[in-house]
């Protein structure tokens, strides 16, 4: 087509100011961005109904191990065992259990000879392997080729049930747990000593208020006939789930069944696993912690002399309706630390910004943080000011609490909404936190609610039941917990 026919198309069908000519001669219709193209075809776009496109497969071998995966597109998976073990399961054992297994986990095994083999086997696969421990579950896991999965599950079931646990490993792992807890006391961030803390005037001497952390009183109680001791109780197959992200189940399950069906565990097994049952007791209590950080620092400037509180009330266990609402109550209440930067959508219109960080300038920190266990839960509230205004902070974030029982705005309860079904759906696109989400629900409640189904039951929250279930969950009357940890602070 001339340029002529052209200006004449684009005139008949658009008017005259639809074609504009340039000095070099050519020209160019100016046609409005909401109208097609002449000539295109009618694109087709893709629907999307928020639904993922594989469903969780959860399969049941012989011997009581749980086989579940998750599809998902690419050339990589993540496979990994998870157990239910944890500190929780300790009040049998000295304390410290899970941290020695954490430390050891992926050194020699039966087809192994050490940690070194094992990280050369999994790079032919382009891998990496880690462990996690938790209050209530251990966590093997290795991420892989997707060809190698037959690899990875033979050195999971190795490294799970046939560690050697050889004396020159357990004197390193002492010395990576005593090196842990000095970084511990030392590091700035109190966040993870104060959890430890709260949990443990929570749930005092009993279940998940046990230490998470080896205490340095038992670095050296723990041997491998402690440790072979445990093992045989709680590391059995119907207490772990094999879970994979990114591989077809059929191949997993064959797998599982190679290498996971028949094995004998180096420590043996019982006919009657004596397995601590105990529900978590809600105690309430204070702990206090006195600190000098004078001489502790990264650089030339010193750490502010701070004071740290936690303030937290018991909520309720992952398995009861009542987790969904807390999850967007401890969204609502947000929080965070005073030079945290970012607007809209990184929390700067919750609760703890609006009311305590916008208000009073001396507060150097206030964010909001939920736990939740098979059977109990804690909703915490974490603050910092200096040492001089402990009592006017308490005041502040219990005022926080007692608020909590009033009414919601409907704007800020669909912000809090909002932003939690969008913090799931983000953290959902990480294979590693599709694989953990998928094994933790499976191993604690045999079957697993997708994530548009999660997003609906966020979406059903409504706004009368917040004032009902404030007043009848959080009572401040019943003994509430602080838990101070103070620096260069006296009483």
């Avoid at 100011?17 to 409005?32: C, F, L, V």
């Avoid at 969780?56 to 086989?67: F, H, P, R, W």
């Avoid at 910092?384 to 609490?401: C, G, K």
């Avoid at 009902?468 to 009483?491: E, Y």
Wanted: glycine letters at 8%; hydrophobic letters at 35%; aromatic letters at 8%.
């Amino acid at each position: 087509m001339d340029s002529q026919s052209e200006q004449r198309l684009c005139t008949t069908k658009y008017g005259i100011a639809a074609y504009r000519k340039y000095s070099s001669g050519g020209g160019y219709p100016n046609i409005s961005l909401s109208t097609p193209l002449p000539g295109i075809p009618k694109p087709v776009f893709a629907s999307v109904d928020g639904q993922e496109k594989y469903e969780t497969k959860i399969t049941t071998l012989e011997n009581g191990l749980k086989v579940a995966s998750q599809n998902k597109f690419g050339e990589f998976c993540t496979v990994g065992v998870l157990v239910n073990s944890g500190s929780r399961h300790e009040a049998k054992y000295p304390s410290g259990i899970a941290h020695f297994l954490e430390k050891l986990a992926f050194s020699s095994t039966a087809q192994y000879g050490s940690k070194d083999e094992i990280l050369l086997t999994l790079e032919k696969h382009g891998g990496i392997c880690d462990c996690q421990t938790s209050r209530d579950t251990t966590m093997y896991a290795v991420s892989a080729e997707v060809k190698g999965l037959d690899t990875v599950v033979s050195l999971l079931s190795d490294a799970v049930l046939q560690p050697r646990l050889l004396d020159e490993e357990l004197e390193m792992t002492r010395m990576a747990v005593r090196f842990e807890l000095e970084d511990l006391n030392m590091r700035p961030d109190p966040e993870p000593l104060l959890t430890e803390m709260i949990h443990a005037a929570a749930y005092r001497g009993n279940t998940v208020g046990l230490p998470r952390f080896c205490p340095a009183d038992n670095v050296d109680k723990i041997d491998k006939n402690v440790l072979h001791s445990y093992l045989r109780n709680y590391y059995r197959p119907e207490r772990m789930v094999l879970a994979g992200v990114g591989i077809e189940h059929e191949q997993l399950v064959e797998s599982a069944r190679k290498y996971l069906l028949d094995v004998k565990p180096v420590w043996g097994t019982s006919s009657a696993p004596n397995v601590d049952l105990s529900v978590a007791q809600y105690t309430g209590g204070i702990v206090k912690m006195e600190k000098d950080m004078s001489d502790v620092s990264l650089g030339p400037t010193p750490i502010p002399e701070l004071t740290h509180i936690m303030i937290g009330l018991e909520s309720c266990s992952y398995l009861e309706d009542d987790f969904i609402p807390f999850a967007v109550l401890n969204m609502m209440m947000g929080g965070g630390g005073s030079f945290s930067a970012g607007g809209p959508g990184k929390g700067m219109f919750t609760r703890l910004y609006l009311n305590v960080l916008n208000r009073h300038h001396w507060m150097y920190n206030a964010t909001s943080y939920h736990h939740s266990y098979e059977d109990s839960g804690l909703l915490c509230i974490h603050a910092s000011a200096d040492p001089r205004q402990v009592r006017e902070m308490v005041e502040i974030i219990t005022r926080e609490f007692i608020q909590m029982g009033g009414s919601a705005g409907e704007m800020e309860l669909e912000r809090a909404k909002t932003q939690l079904k969008s913090m799931l759906m983000m953290n959902l696109e990480s294979r590693p936190v599709i694989f953990e989400d998928v094994g933790r629900q499976v191993l604690s409640t045999g079957k697993r609610k997708l994530p548009h189904e999660l997003c609906h039951l966020i979406s059903e929250y409504w706004k009368d039941f917040c004032v009902i279930f404030f007043a009848s969950h959080l009572n401040l009357c019943d003994d509430n917990i602080q838990i101070i940890f103070r620096q260069r602070d006296t009483w």
